[in-house]
């Protein structure tokens, strides 16, 4: 079955800088790539989301692109601040006739230091 | 936050109890989903509902059963509780235009001690 594989599992970097997170998936029928925030002790919220059809997704200081021959998609956040630390999590769809499904990986901390 | 409700938000068990948990939801959405959160495991599908009485398995269904008696409810039941389902369990629901994108409630979370 699918299966996700995200890095770094933490990540710490000085607010203004860049921050990427990396993930990989195994099935090649998946389609639909989310990202998910988690900050502590709430619930997980998307932030970002892209389709297979395209390779990059950009919302202000988000972005995700998508290698789908590599089977990789990965997260960029821009001029970092300190409300972006949080969990972040990448799942990968699987395409099923009666529900999609997502399979997470196992998160990356992001901590941005002022 | 998308209509979705969990309760209880917080509990504590013993082993060996039986312990449900609710999602409801206010959106009437098709598609719920149960989930549960342990450190370096990520979420992990425990079970999902694609209709009234249409649920199936995820990957960690085992000590769990679930039921959706109507589109606003989804119930998951551990029949006899142990410590290893410590645990914070998230619902999520997505709806049919988009079904894939999921939308997270407040989560519950549960000691079984």
């Known amino acids: 079955g699918e299966n996700v594989e995200q890095h770094p599992s933490t990540l710490s970097v000085q607010e203004g800088d860049s921050a990427v997170i990396k993930c990989t998936y195994s099935d090649s029928a998946s389609n639909y790539f989310p990202w998910y925030k988690q900050e502590l002790g709430k619930r997980p919220q998307l932030i970002i989301d892209?389709?297979?059809?395209?390779g990059e997704k950009k919302d202000q200081r988000i972005a995700v692109t998508l290698n789908k021959t590599a089977k990789h998609f990965s997260l960029h956040i821009t001029e970092t601040q300190p409300e972006d630390s949080a969990v972040y999590f990448c799942?990968?769809?699987?395409?099923?006739?009666?529900?999609?499904?997502?399979?997470f990986g196992q998160g990356t901390e992001l901590s941005v230091k002022p | 936050d998308a209509g979705i409700t969990q309760s209880p938000r917080h509990k504590v068990t013993e082993t060996g109890t039986p312990v449900t948990l609710r999602c409801h939801q206010t959106e009437n959405h098709r598609y719920m989903y149960w989930y549960r959160q342990d450190p370096g495991h990520g979420l992990r599908l425990i079970h999902y509902?694609?209709?009234?009485?249409?649920?199936d398995k995820g990957e960690v269904s085992d000590g769990y059963s679930v039921s959706r008696s109507k589109t606003e409810d989804f119930l998951l039941t551990l029949e006899s509780a142990t410590s290893s389902q410590t645990s914070v369990y998230f619902c999520?629901?997505?709806?049919?235009?988009?079904?894939?994108?999921?939308?997270f409630g407040p989560g519950t979370r549960l000691l079984v001690l």
């Open positions: 892209i389709r297979s059809n395209v």
């Open positions: 999520a629901i997505s709806d049919g235009l988009d079904q894939e994108t999921q939308y």
């Open positions: 509902s694609y209709g009234v009485k249409d649920t």
């Open positions: 799942a990968a769809s699987i395409p099923e006739n009666q529900g999609g499904k997502l399979i």
